[in-house]
T-cell receptor, first 113, second 110 residues
Framework: KAGVTQTPRYLIKTRGQQVTLSCSPI?????VSWYQQTPGQGLQFLFE???????NKGNFPGRFSGRQFSNSRSEMNVSTLELGDSALYLC????????????FGSGTRLTVV | ELKVEQNPLFLSMQEGKNYTIYCNYS?????LYWYRQDPGKSLESLFV?????AVKQEGRLMASLDTKARLSTLHITAAVHDLSATYFC??????????FGTGTRLTIIP
């Protein structure tokens, strides 16, 4: 059974650029959540998509956006990158139903220079 | 405010010893999770605790949940070096958003 696939694994971008990260959930899972992990702020929730709809949103600026496609794959986009956006971005796959658990992908390490 | 607090933040212990990591949360939670993270790696699911009094064990790790005290514990028995990692607890509060604790960096010393 394939796990959660995140691409790319590593990215280096320059301030002001934009970036798109991708997450393919476990087959049959309809919910994808995104988290940002930094040494200073820890693990913070960005947003959750279920059946192509954003169902929950964290406290991040509008530069952070996402979407989900009909095959449940999800992308998140960060525009006008800032140095503080350097982080490990993790996506989590879930059935999206009450009491279902979460499986995390390997993450994308974004470095903004 | 929804909060999940872990302690200690850092834990250095000798092989063979027992210790407990504590996780307090601020309000009624649907589910309590424990994850392990190795340096530079993703989160590995260890336990999901659903109800008061729930206890789950896997190898040298045992997790429990007391919903009345809003407390979960992760107990390590006879620690071995392979258990060195950062451990996170996380909780759901009525939706699919996970609120994570700060993590406990565990180092097992031979």
């Amino acid at each position: 059974k394939a796990g959660v696939t995140q691409t790319p694994r590593y990215l280096i971008k320059t301030r002001g650029q934009q970036v798109t990260l991708s997450c393919s959930p476990i087959s049959g899972h309809r919910s994808v959540s995104w988290y940002q992990q930094t040494p200073g702020q820890g693990l913070q929730f960005l947003f959750e998509y279920f059946s192509e709809t954003q169902r929950n949103k964290g406290n991040f600026p509008g530069r952070f956006s996402g979407r989900q496609f009909s095959n449940s794959r999800s992308e998140m986009n960060v525009s006008t990158l800032e140095l503080g956006d350097s982080a490990l971005y993790l996506c989590a796959s879930s059935l999206g139903q009450y009491l279902s658990g979460y499986t995390f992908g390997s993450g994308t390490r974004l470095t903004v220079v | 405010e929804l909060k999940v607090e872990q302690n200690p933040l850092f834990l250095s212990m000798q092989e063979g010893k027992n210790y407990t990591i504590y996780c307090n949360y601020s309000t009624t939670s649907d589910r309590l999770y424990w994850y392990r993270q190795d340096p530079g790696k993703s989160l590995e699911s260890l336990f999901v605790l659903l109800s008061n009094g729930a206890v789950k064990q896997e190898g040298r790790l045992m997790a429990s949940l007391d919903t009345k005290a809003r407390l979960s514990t992760l107990h390590i028995t006879a620690a071995v070096h392979d258990l060195s990692a950062t451990y996170f607890c996380a909780a759901n509060f009525g939706n699919e958003k996970l609120t994570f604790g700060t993590g406990t960096r565990l180092t097992i010393i031979p």
